[in-house]
Structure formats: structure tokens, C-alpha cells
């Protein structure tokens, strides 16, 4: 990273005070289930450029990817667990709508504006393949964007077996995203896929804190009304929607004081290290894995 004039900090939001290009690598707890490709603590590499966008942020994954694998196998084409991976460039770039479209023939944008059109449409289009839970997540949706997320997680994810940088998200499930300049209800974020798994995150950073609050306060409230329900139901404690979310008020201050244009992404380090040594599972490059109680 110092090669391409990164700093390491303990925070990102020293861009703020004036740190342009800036990095952090840690460990990060979630609180979600453990298989051989998620455990609830792992090592990611957060970075943060100041006067870009997006785009450059595809560009920093592709040289840093590339770049380990030619330090740990001297070659860009890779074996991972039987299928051949080709890290040479240029990278897939598709859309998430034009993705689904492809895979199921729906284009969500005709829909946008009718939410049970849409999840009629996706139903129809995927029962033959979505278990019962499946079928009733997409019921659940609130918006159109969740449901092309959820589409899209269901069918396509799996398929991206090549180097694939997924673009141009729904505003509802990307709450730190900047709206896209050319697109309404999408946002400037991308997510690169390789071997049917997410290996990194990234986005235009949203830097109006007026809107950063409401989306905040809305991701908030949708939160606490599925955790009502599910404690309701009696499922308190059996997932990830039972613990409690608050206003991150430093942040938002942060950006009030005023936080340069600027884009971010996170990558899975865990995730890197399992494809460039063809590990099958996380728990083989982690040194102390969480284990499921016997």
C-alpha cells in the first residue's frame, strides 16, 4: 500500500483532518453464522482515497489482487478447488440490474415503481428454485431494491465464477453509497465477486451528512421493527436481527465538519488468502477459527 502512497491510520476519518489516501487493516466481529466461507471474526483491509470515486476504487482491487497473486504464485491464472481462475485484465463490469435480467429475465427497472409487481414477478420467476424461507424474505421486502438484491443473491452470486465487479446497487441496501450521478434509486457502489463469493466492497463515498442521517435513522427503523417481530415470534437470539443498532452521532459529525469527496473499500483478506493458496474453507487460514459447539 505505501508503494501507491497509502498511510496507514488507526481511523478512517482522518480524511477529514486532511489525510487524503489512508488505510487500516483489522480484525472485524459480525454477528452472523459460521461456514466454510464466513466466520464471525475476520481480517479485512479498509481504504480510503480523497478526489476519486468508485471507479478508482475498481482499479486499487484489481492492482492489489494481482499484485498478491504474483507475489504468492508468481502467475495470474490460479486453480481454486478444481476451476480455473483468470486474474489477467480487464475484469468483468456488469450491473446488478443487467445481471438479474440476464439470469432470470426480469428487468427490475420497469418495476420499480410497483413493489407487488415486482415480487409477484421474482416469485413467479424463481419458485421452482427458492426454498420456503426464500420465497418468504422476498414477501418480506419492503422496497424494489431489496428484492433485486435478493434475486440477485439467490441466482446470480453463485455463478460469478471469474472476476466479476458487480456495479450500481440499490440506494435501499447501500446506506453509505452516494446516489449515482446518472441512475436514480441506484448508488456508485460495486462489489467484486470471484468463485461465486464476495471478496471486497466498495463505494463513492456519501459525504452530505444531512442525507447520511436520514438514511441512518431509516436503516435504524427498519432494523428495530424486524427485531420487534422477531422477538415477537419468540425468536429472540437465534440470528442477527436481535441486537441492538444506535446513531452513530461521531461520524456524523465528522461529516459535518466536512469530509472531501472521496471513495472506500473493504477487502476480505481471509477470502484473498483462501483463493490464492486453493484453500476449501476460512477456518484453514485462521489462526484461532471459531467452531460450532459439538
Same mark, same amino acid.
Given at each position: 500500500?505505501?508503494? $501507491? ?54 482499479? $486499487? ?23 480455473? #481462475? ?9 450491473? &446488478? ?41 422476498? /414477501? ?19 455463478? @460469478? @465464477? ?13 446506506? $453509505? ?42 436503516? #435504524? ?14 425468536? /429472540? ?21 466536512? *469530509?472531501?469527496?472521496?471513495?472506500? &473499500? ?7 488468502? *483462501? $483463493? ?19
Amino acid at each position: 500500500m505505501e508503494e $501507491l502512497a497509502f498511510i496507514e491510520v488507526e481511523t478512517p476519518v482522518l480524511q477529514v483532518g486532511g489525510f487524503e489516501k489512508v488505510y487500516e487493516i483489522g480484525r472485524i466481529f459480525r454477528n452472523e453464522g459460521i461456514s466454510t466461507r464466513h466466520n464471525p471474526e475476520f481480517t479485512s483491509i479498509e481504504v480510503y482515497e480523497a478526489y476519486t470515486d468508485y471507479e478508482s476504487m475498481i482499479n $486499487l482491487a484489481e492492482e492489489l489482487v494481482i499484485r498478491c497473486a504474483l507475489a504468492v504464485n508468481g502467475k495470474l491464472s490460479l486453480d481454486y478447488q478444481g476451476t480455473q #481462475i483468470s486474474l489477467e485484465r480487464p475484469w468483468r463490469r456488469e450491473s &446488478m440490474h443487467d445481471l438479474v435480467k440476464e439470469a432470470t429475465g426480469i428487468d427490475f427497472r420497469d418495476l420499480q415503481h410497483d413493489l407487488q409487481a415486482a415480487k409477484k414477478a421474482a416469485i413467479d420467476a424463481l419458485s421452482a428454485s427458492l426454498e420456503k424461507q426464500d420465497i418468504q424474505d422476498i /414477501e418480506d421486502c419492503p422496497s424494489v431494491g431489496h428484492i433485486l438484491n435478493k434475486v440477485f443473491e439467490n441466482t446470480v452470486e453463485k455463478t @460469478l @465464477l471469474q472476476p466479476t465487479f458487480v456495479t450500481d446497487y440499490p440506494l435501499e441496501v447501500s446506506p $453509505l453509497a452516494k446516489p449515482h450521478r446518472r441512475h436514480a434509486k441506484l448508488t456508485e457502489r460495486f462489489e467484486l465477486f470471484i468463485c461465486g463469493r464476495e471478496l471486497a466492497n466498495a463505494f463513492s463515498e456519501l459525504t452530505d451528512p444531512i442525507d447520511q442521517r436520514t438514511r441512518f435513522e431509516a436503516q #435504524i427503523k427498519q432494523h428495530n421493527e424486524a427485531r420487534m417481530a422477531s422477538n415477537s415470534d419468540g425468536k /429472540e437470539g437465534q440470528d442477527d436481527g436481535t441486537y441492538e443498532v444506535t446513531l452513530d452521532e461521531d461520524f456524523l459529525t465528522a461529516l459535518e465538519y466536512g *469530509m472531501p469527496p472521496a471513495a472506500g &473499500m473493504g477487502l476480505g483478506i481471509d477470502r484473498l488468502v *483462501m $483463493l490464492l493458496t486453493d484453500s476449501p474453507s476460512i477456518r484453514d487460514v485462521i489462526a484461532f477459527p471459531v467452531l460450532k459447539s459439538q
